[in-house]
C-alpha cells in the first residue's frame, strides 16, 4: 500500500490567519490526490481533487479561493485554508489510491481549530 | 445522485457478532470498502469488495450484493478495541475519489 505523511497533525490558528497543510506520498507517485473534510461525529467529505500540474477540480459548496490546492510535484499536495474562521475548525484529511487505482490510503489528518 | 446509507449507532457486548449494513446508490460501481476510524484518527482499511459474495479476513467479513446495492461488515467475537466508527465507501470509478457513507459508531460493552 501507500505511505502518505501530513502534516501538521494539529494547528491552532487566529480568526483572520492562513494555515497550510502538506500532504506527502512517500512511496509512490501520486499523480491525483484528494482532501477530504471532516467534521465532529460526521463522515469524510470530499472537498477537491488535487492533480498534479493543473487546477485542483473541487466539489460543489467548496469556495476554491479560500482553500487553496496546489499539487506541484508528484509527491506532493498543499491545502491552505485562508483567512480562517472558527466554523473552519475540523479534521482535515488528504488520501492517495493506491496502484490498483481504487483503494484509498490517508495521511495521518490535521485538527484545524480556529479560535 | 449519489447516496450511500448505513446506520448511525449500534451498540453490542464483547464476544458477540455484529452485522453493520451498507446501501448504495451510485452512477457507477468499482468496488466497496469497509474502513474503521477511532475518533481523531485517519480511517483505516478493513475490507474491500468488487464481486458478489463473502470476503473473509480473520474476524471480520464483508459481503456484496451489487444487484441490491447492499453490503454488510460483519465483526465476530467483538473485542473492546472493536469500538469505533465504520465507514462504508463506494468507488464509482477507477481514479476516482471514494464516496463515504457518514459511519456507524459502534459501541462494545464488557
Known amino acids: 500500500g501507500a505511505v502518505v505523511s501530513q502534516h501538521p497533525s494539529w494547528v491552532i490558528c487566529k480568526s483572520g490567519t492562513s494555515v497550510k497543510i502538506e500532504c506527502r506520498s512517500l512511496d509512490f507517485q501520486a499523480t491525483t490526490m484528494f482532501w477530504y473534510r471532516q467534521f465532529p461525529k460526521q463522515s469524510l467529505m470530499l472537498m477537491a481533487t488535487s492533480n498534479e500540474g493543473s487546477k485542483a477540480t473541487y466539489e460543489q459548496g467548496v469556495e476554491k479561493d479560500k482553500f487553496l490546492i496546489n499539487h506541484a510535484s508528484l509527491t506532493l499536495s498543499t491545502l491552505t485554508v485562508t483567512s480562517a474562521h472558527p466554523e473552519d475548525s475540523s479534521f482535515y484529511i488528504c488520501s492517495v489510491l493506491g496502484h490498483r487505482n481504487t483503494e484509498a490510503f490517508f495521511g495521518q489528518g490535521t485538527r484545524l481549530t480556529v479560535v | 445522485g449519489q447516496n450511500i446509507d448505513q446506520p448511525t449507532e449500534m451498540t453490542a457486548t464483547e464476544g458477540a457478532i455484529v452485522q453493520i449494513n451498507c446501501t448504495y446508490q451510485t452512477s457507477g460501481f468499482n468496488g466497496l470498502f469497509w474502513y474503521q476510524q477511532h475518533a481523531g484518527e485517519a480511517p483505516t482499511f478493513l475490507s474491500y469488495?468488487?464481486?458478489?459474495g463473502l470476503e473473509e479476513k480473520g474476524r471480520f467479513s464483508s459481503f456484496l450484493s451489487r444487484s441490491k446495492g447492499y453490503s454488510y461488515l460483519l465483526l465476530k467475537e467483538l473485542q473492546m478495541k472493536d469500538s469505533a466508527s465504520y465507514l462504508c465507501?463506494?468507488?464509482?470509478?477507477?481514479?476516482?475519489?471514494?464516496?463515504f457513507g457518514k459511519g456507524t459508531t459502534l459501541s462494545v460493552s464488557s
Open positions: 469488495n468488487v464481486l458478489d
Open positions: 465507501a463506494v468507488s464509482g470509478q477507477a481514479g476516482t475519489a471514494l464516496i
